[in-house]
């Protein structure tokens, strides 16, 4: 009995404190948010592709703009505007396509076999380390480019598990523009190519 009793006094001894609250008028609100966002959108305009919108004093804000924030959002990510690589490998008078990407396939176990990761690599390094490396403007099909290439550059493969030996084909390939998406069979162009004879 006089534990519950106990209980009861302590219950009562419980007193909520008055909410207190502070006024804040509309106006500071109202300057700190401008504070915070113009700077941001300076930011942002600056480091984005030339559009139809342009700030005040844009052109020359943008070199303190860039020692602020210089990284840009090319820090993060890749150009899907830029061109890319593509391997082909020539087998029995065919070429064949030997690109292990993309990295999260069912072939590179989702992501965990990180080969992939390093044929990037292994292309750059054979195009700076190739001899007579001559590149051919490919403004056709790809099988009439290669078949038309000029004569191969060579170069040693030194990476210790290569994935790119023989007669080896480096495709430059750019992405199909977003607004002709529709009126191409595939979402890359070949612009350029070069042969090696690659040993390994």
């Known amino acids: 009995m006089p534990r519950q009793k106990d209980r009861q006094d302590r219950l009562l001894l419980t007193v909520e404190s008055p909410r207190s609250t502070v006024g804040i008028s509309r106006r500071w609100v109202m300057l700190a948010a401008v504070a915070w966002l113009l700077p941001a959108?300076?930011?942002?305009?600056?480091?984005?592709?030339?559009?139809?919108?342009?700030?005040?004093?844009?052109?020359?804000?943008a070199a303190t703009v860039n020692r602020v924030a210089p990284q840009g959002w090319s820090f993060f990510t890749k150009s899907p505007r830029g061109s890319e690589l593509q391997p082909?490998?020539?087998?029995?008078?065919?070429?064949?396509?030997?690109l292990m990407a993309p990295h999260g396939a069912p072939h590179n176990a989702f992501g965990l076999n990180r080969r992939s990761r390093s044929q990037g690599i292994e292309m750059a390094l054979l195009l700076a380390e190739a001899e007579g490396l001559r590149w051919t403007k490919c403004d056709r099909d790809l099988s009439a480019c290669l078949g038309s290439a000029k004569a191969p550059g060579k170069v040693a493969?030194?990476?210790?598990?290569p994935t790119?030996?023989?007669?080896?084909a480096l495709v430059e390939q750019k992405p199909v523009p977003f607004a002709w998406r529709n009126l191409m069979d595939a979402p890359h162009t070949p612009d350029r190519l070069t042969v090696l004879d690659v040993t390994c």
């Open 41 to 61: 959108l300076y930011v942002i305009q600056t480091h984005l592709p030339g559009n139809a919108l342009t700030l005040p004093g844009q052109d020359s804000a």
């Open 88 to 98: 082909f490998v020539l087998r029995d008078g065919v070429w064949e396509d030997r």
């Open 157 to 161: 493969n030194r990476e210790p598990e």
């Open 164 to 168: 790119l030996c023989g007669r080896v």
